[in-house]
């Protein structure tokens, strides 16, 4: 079996996959609020007393669940590598993703940055083949630039060698 590859993210992603879990919360969290808005004013007939509750547990347990264990489970999974002949990319929390990318297969690399990974110094590496694009997210500037180079060089190379 092959080894887990080297590299991890860097440690700030934990903190920029918690302010996008905290995010998405906002979304969960309009529903009790909209229903105990609506019921304050009658809009709509009152329910039975476990659903205010449920309203309640349920954006509760999801953020907790998105701002606390999922980054953190996210952060000890991810990982990658790249050599001469392959990206190695490994991720995922209850289903571990392995991924080989042979570098004859790349076509181009690129760099990205949202507001919050610029706020960070962060940025994602991202790599397209004929069939798909794969993200390397959350690596400092500096490594996310000198990936992003290497990974051109060693694509035109094996592209070179198979002309």
Known sequence: MRNRPKHSLDPKALTVWRIHGILNTI???VL???Y???RKFDFIPHLSNWIPVLLMIIPLVYTLFAV???PSLQMKRWRYEVTE???DLERGVLFVKKTLIPMVRVQH???KQGPVYRRYQLASVTISTAATVH???ALSNSTAEELRDRISELARVADDDVS
Do not use: S
């Open 27 to 29: 979304v969960v969290w």
């Open 32 to 34: 009790p609020f909209a």
């Open 36 to 38: 105990f808005i609506l």
């Open 68 to 70: 606390v264990i999922m």
């Open 85 to 87: 002949h392959e990206i």
């Open 109 to 111: 690399v690129d760099t």
């Open 135 to 137: 993200e390397i997210p």
